[in-house]
Structure formats: C-alpha cells, structure tokens
C-alpha cells in the first residue's frame, strides 16, 4: 500500500510564505512525477507544480516566481515553497505522486489527503 501525508498548511496574511511537505510511504518501486494541486470552493481542482525524476519542473501560470517545488529522493519527500503568498491562492492542496508499486507494477497516480492553506489578512 502507498500513502501520501501532506503536511504545512495553515494560516497566513498575504506577502507571506508557507512550505509544504508531502512524505510518501510503502510499497515504492519507482516515483516518476510528483506535483501539487489545488481546489478552491466551487472551483475545478488545478495543477499548482510537478516534477519529473526529480528535474524537470512545470509550474501553473498564476503560480510562477512565487512557489518553488523541490524533493528529497532519500526520504520520497516532495516539497512546495510558497512566497508572496496572495488571497487567490487560498485553496485546499493536494499532493500526487506518479509510481510503480513494485517492479512489475503499472505506474498509478496516488493522492494525500489535502492540506488547508488560507490567506487572508
């Protein structure tokens, strides 16, 4: 079994900065894409960041020069830096993992439960 626990989120007025982490545990072959995304009330959940054998990065558009994601292979720990932190981003965030369960696994998507992340003065 896999199992994704974000941690981080909170409360923050906005130009503030908040870090995200996302520890996954189990059964871990191979971890292909890891990524942050996001869901505001009434809206569609939305890619925030991923990377990709811990190199290449995608950002949303709303997002770039403020959040930085990073990982730490050893512990298959994804992490997401957030600056300049506005209202806007206000959104409860999910992390995902794409990953092989074992050698002869297809690679699935897994999901954390959600961190709260508010902004507001």
């Known amino acids: 079994q896999v199992q994704l626990v974000e941690s981080g989120g909170g409360l923050v007025q906005p130009g503030g900065s908040l870090r995200l982490s996302c520890a996954t545990s189990?059964?871990?072959?191979?971890?292909?894409?890891m990524g942050w995304y996001r869901q505001a009330p009434g809206l569609q959940r939305e890619l925030v960041a991923t990377?990709?054998?811990?190199?290449?990065?995608n950002y949303a558009d709303s997002v770039k020069g403020r959040f930085t994601i990073s990982t730490d292979n050893a512990k298959n720990t994804v992490y997401l830096q957030m600056n300049s932190l506005k209202p806007e981003d206000t959104a409860v965030y999910y992390c995902?993992?794409?990953?092989?369960?074992?050698?002869?696994?297809?690679?699935?998507?897994?999901w954390g439960q959600g961190t709260q992340v508010t902004v507001s003065s």
């Open positions: 189990g059964n871990i072959f191979k971890i292909y894409t």
């Open positions: 990377i990709t054998n811990a190199v290449s990065s």
């Open positions: 995902n993992a794409v990953l092989q369960s074992g050698r002869w696994s297809l690679p699935q998507a897994y």
